[in-house]
């Protein structure tokens, strides 16, 4: 491996990216993931996080163009040059420029170029590296297709990103491997391309103000949503996920947008029908179905389409329950049962929370059930419940699932 | 009007190569050099640079190998900067 002369690296891990324009050959969603997913290629290495902005500055600025574009080095049509980054710095720094001319595909074809293995080699020269002589590294300067369903990080490459930022602060649950891409659906909440506008040189880069994530054992920490998913426990706030998995012992951490680029930040509620492999995330007056990292075709849908009242705006949190097969939907001081056999809201609803579960004399905020047990989070705070009796069984904190 | 004229391989090689090097390998030509042999020799380090890079055999000639190496889809970034 290389890096650049004098090896610039970005001097903190929260590293911001803006997505300036899209190309036409792709779904912008199929761009937006094959970005993501290349990010998270170098973040499961290294104790870098990256979260997108849709606005203003960002470190690393990532857009298609051709031909000449406003830096020193134009594009020359197809094939030849794909692509070029700059080092970590101000301004044009840590950008990185597509060439339009090309024909970019999110499958590993020969018909065209694979931008998630294009953006992944590209944006390896915005964190600071250089080209490799290893043939089969991904900072190798020639294209070379591969299967990206199995794509790991080469060796090489590993080394010389941690040679600039050493490993991630805990051991990466997420293999450093790609995912298979899905089939996604039309955008939900991406910027609408526009002309790369010139932007004026910052006289230095305004390290953007990037919201930090809560330490998991603040004793405030309160969350937008939980679900479980796969036998995986997520929970929500803001653009940020914890993972917590049977299979490791610590808490991952992770943003939405690293597991399904296109949808927008602050759920207010999720669940999920393991049966069927399906998580419903909801915000506002919307909904998606996602299976894994596919988001279903056909979504958002309004959530009137369960059932609700228009009066219903939007829901606090929704909880599957794997006897009854009915989900409970919490909207302020009461509740409806939804049959997700029939697909249909139960008559008799909606009813007071606090008529049936015992303890719960307020508000919401997500639910989660877990080894039989209900868990309703109201603030900093999480209500353990027996269903079957009704019962308040104890109140813990609501991080206590990260082991504090 | 007559046919055009077949272009001439090798020298349209040599243009493509120049550029090529000028991008990626800091070749810098020097216009004005009165000894054209001194630009040959320079290019023909830079060559070697690069053959050497790719772990081509290292022959300072633009062969075939070293032509369909440097026509391959790449980055734009250099190999090697100064």
Not at chain 1, 76 to 90: R, S, V
Not at chain 1, 240 to 256: A, G, M
Request: with cysteine; net charge negative.
């Amino acid at each position: 491996y290389s890096t650049f002369p004098q090896s610039p690296r970005w001097r903190r891990e929260d590293v911001t990216y803006r997505i300036l324009n899209y190309t036409p050959d792709m779904l912008q969603a199929d761009v937006e993931e094959a970005i993501a997913k290349a990010f998270q290629l170098w973040s499961s290495v290294t104790p870098l996080r990256f979260t997108r902005l849709y606005s203003g500055q960002a470190d690393i600025m990532i857009s298609f163009a051709n031909g000449f574009h406003g830096d020193f080095y134009s594009f020359d049509g197809p094939g030849g040059t794909l692509a070029h980054a700059y080092p970590p710095g101000n301004g044009i720094g840590g950008d990185a420029h597509f060439d339009e001319d090309e024909n970019w595909t999110k499958f590993a074809t020969s018909s065209g170029y694979n931008l998630f293995l294009v953006a992944a080699h590209e944006l390896g020269h915005s964190l600071g590296l250089g080209h490799s002589n290893v043939l089969g590294a991904l900072m190798y300067p020639i294209y070379m297709p591969q299967d990206i369903r199995s794509y790991r990080l080469p060796q090489d490459d590993i080394d010389g990103i941690q040679a600039l930022y050493g490993p991630p602060r805990e051991t990466p649950a997420l293999p450093t491997e790609a995912y298979p891409p899905q089939e996604t659906t039309e955008m939900t909440s991406a910027e609408t391309p526009t002309e790369m506008s010139p932007r004026e040189e910052p006289t230095e880069i305004t390290p953007s103000k990037t919201p930090t994530r809560p330490k998991d054992c603040d004793p405030h920490l309160t969350f937008d949503a939980i679900t479980t998913l796969r036998g995986e426990t997520l929970f929500f706030k803001g653009s940020y996920v914890w993972r917590k998995s049977p299979y490791f012992s610590d808490i991952e951490h992770d943003t939405i947008s690293s597991f399904w680029p296109s949808l927008a930040d602050g759920f207010d509620a999720a669940y999920e029908v393991d049966k069927r492999d399906r998580v419903l995330f909801f915000k506002d007056n919307k909904y998606w179905a996602v299976s894994g990292y596919s988001i279903e075709s056909g979504f958002p849908k309004p959530i009137q389409n369960l059932g609700f009242p228009t009066s219903v705006r939007k829901i606090d949190a929704a909880v599957y329950d794997q006897n009854t097969k009915k989900t409970y939907f919490f909207v302020g001081s009461i509740y409806w049962s939804f049959n997700e056999n029939t697909q249909s809201m139960e008559r008799g609803y909606p009813r007071k929370i606090a008529a049936d579960f015992q303890g719960i004399g307020h508000k919401v905020d997500a639910a989660l059930q877990k080894n039989g047990l209900f868990y309703f989070f109201h603030g900093s705070n999480q209500y353990e419940v027996d269903i079957k009796s009704k019962k308040l069984i104890r109140v813990l904190k609501s991080n206590s699932w990260f082991n504090c | 009007c007559a046919f055009p004229e077949v272009p001439d391989k090798e020298n349209e090689d040599m243009q493509f190569a120049k550029k090529y090097l000028e991008n990626f390998y800091d070749f810098k030509e020097e216009k004005n050099s009165l000894f054209k042999s001194k630009n040959l020799n320079h290019m023909t380090d830079k060559i070697r640079e690069m053959q050497s890079f790719f772990g081509l055999e290292v022959t300072g000639n633009l062969d075939r190998k070293t032509m369909d190496m440097m026509k391959q889809p790449r980055c734009g970034i250099p190999d090697v900067r100064s």
